[in-house]
């Protein structure tokens, strides 16, 4: 892959992020009435109102204002929690290691069952597989996620105690935080017991949160086999004598890959912006609740934090999805 | 002829579909002998690509299944072999290529990935033989610089090369018979003689005998000894090529010469054969020409038998060349 292509799109991604921070930035003087007011609450005093604006720049023009708004984000500082008054940028910190996590858990599942399903469902086409598993995965985009991750607890932490219906570890066990990835930190300290703890932790809210992604995976990946099994490619593959299983998954599923990469991509951005349904019934503390909880209590430096983080994740997402279409097919690279 | 290498005797290859039962190939009878050149011709849809297809057990699942018939190759029936047989005879004893070289390349991989990995799959080469082998097949259809191609990817070149590589990948196993199903059609001309003067070679050369598929009699007169006429699913005439372009005697062969216009003739409209190919859902009973054929009468509605019509020339037909 040329240097030059990904030292562009890195160039691109910094334009994207200083968008954002315009967009962000904007938010908070579009909100009618003054921000310092709303930072500090109705029953702030005016002497405070007036340190407050002056300490934010909001008596200087709006340029001078952004600068000083770019330097503090640039400096690692997204503002204080009204609501904790904690740094935003902790706090913000310590729960996006938990989403992530968590989507990054539901992402494996959902690739690799959504994978593996379509693929069988496209080689054996009309096959009681195929239809059973289909039909699976239309009951698995349409099932309200709220309604499965109760009933994944009603059945399997309640009347079949076999998972915890909780948090991220049990009471007591606790790893040192190195990477904030609760699995992998219990893994990294060799406490093996406590990693077992953390992934059956894990996995109720992974698979509860991989089912509509996994229905989608799997779908897109049969129809894009599907099409790419009637390509002449395949009959000459076959012509030369390939086994079956080398046929299906070097020749033909490496050229499906395009669309279900693309839609991998899309889902992560979801899964990390969006998990708050399954943070909530699960009780995980990751970034989905906090924004909600956030926007509950006007906390608009977190809000505005999360956007920036958001926004941070979604453009890396596009450009390692970018990166690897042009990985997987080499005629994207003429172009890139 | 001399002994055959391939013998299909009464093939028939169905396709199961929404509208019913198609016979593509409904009793075909064919001969390739060692080291010649067999001619298949005929128009879309009269059965000899899914012959092809057949020969390697290459049809379109599940849809399509070869119904009846033997097709003998070194004393076996490539009917009934086992699936890890005819994998082991697949670009190693009998390879194929298509008709399309700018679509039966994987465009997500390197040719020279692609050549390795027929080379490696039969014969007994470790990574850097295989790529040495691969660049020795690719300088013998020629193309330039071939070790430096074989990282190129196939949109990286044209149809004609495209369609070289396909052809050094059918041979790097030195296979016994070469399929070839219409390797010139999508070409233009000048790289179809290229490509013609280039199997023609390599024949020669390696010592394979050929089954080439076109509707193109330009090229059987070019590159062919043998040549067989197929209409709707059977063979209806077969002689050496030279005997059949100076006698046609089936009335489909006849119509297919005097559609084609002539060098040096007086000029004049061609002939067309009236009609279409008729849909194999519903032939009529007896001869499958008889209702475009100038010469048809009531006995045609039976099966017409296999006759001889001069040396070593067969045709299938009531009237032939009456």
Known sequence: MPLSYISRRLFHLLLILLGVSVLVFLMLRM?????????????????????????????????????????????????????????????????????????????????????????????????VFDYGSMFLALI????????????????????????????????????????????????????LGACGDALRHLLLPACTLATIPMAIVARITRSSMLEVLNQDYVRTARAKGLGEAVVILRHALRNAFLPVVTVLGLNLGLLLGG?????????????????????????????????????????????IVDLLYVLLDPRIRVHA | MSAPVLEIKGLKTQFQTRQGLVKAVDGADLALGHRETLGVVGESGCGKSVTALSILRLLPQPAGRIAGGRIIFNDRDLVRVSRAEIRRIRGNEISMIFQEPMTSLNPVYTVGFQIQEVIRKHRQMNKGEARTEAARMLGLVGIPEPRARLNDYPHQMSGGMRQRVMIAMALSCHPQIMIADEPTTA?????????????????????????????????????????????????????????????????????LFESLPKIGGRGGALRPIPGVVPGLFNLPPGCA???????????????????????DHMVRCWLPGE
């Open chain 1, 31 to 127: 909100i009618p009435g003054d921000p310092a007011q709303l930072l500090l609450g109705e029953y702030a005093r005016p002497e405070e109102l007036a340190r407050l604006r002056t300490q934010l720049g909001l008596d200087r023009s709006y340029p001078i204002q952004y600068g000083i708004y770019l330097q503090s984000i640039l400096r690692g500082d997204f503002g204080t929690s009204v609501r904790t008054g904690a740094p935003v940028v902790d706090e913000i910190g310590v729960r996006l290691l938990a989403t992530i996590e968590l989507s990054l858990a539901a992402m494996f599942i959902a690739t690799l069952l959504g994978i593996v399903a379509g693929v069988i469902s496209a080689v054996k086409q009309y096959s």
């Open chain 1, 140 to 191: 698995g985009v349409s099932m309200p996620i709220f309604w499965l991750g109760l009933m994944l607890i009603y059945l399997l932490a309640v009347k079949f105690p076999i998972l915890p219906m909780m948090g991220r570890i049990s009471m007591g066990l606790e790893a040192p935080a190195v990477t904030g990835l609760v699995v992998v930190d219990t893994l990294i300290a060799g406490q």
């Open chain 1, 275 to 319: 998990a708050v349904l399954t943070e909530t019934i699960f009780s995980w503390p990751g970034l989905g609740r906090y924004v909600v909880d956030s926007l509950m209590g006007r906390d608009y430096a977190a809000v505005q934090g999360c956007i920036l983080i958001f926004a941070v994740l979604m453009a890396l997402i596009n450009l």
């Open chain 2, 187 to 255: 070409l233009d001309v000048t790289i179809q003689a290229q490509i013609l003067d280039l199997i023609g070679r390599l024949k020669e050369e390696i010592g394979m005998s050929v089954f080439l598929i076109t509707h193109d009699l330009g090229v059987v007169a070019e590159i062919c000894r043998h040549v067989a006429v197929m209409y709707a699913g059977k063979v209806v005439e077969s002689a050496e090529v030279r005997e059949l372009f100076a006698h046609p005697a089936h009335p489909y062969t006849v119509g």
């Open chain 2, 289 to 311: 020409f008889q209702e475009r054929c100038f010469k048809a009468e009531p006995r045609c509605r039976q099966e017409p038998p296999l006759r001889a019509a001069g040396a």
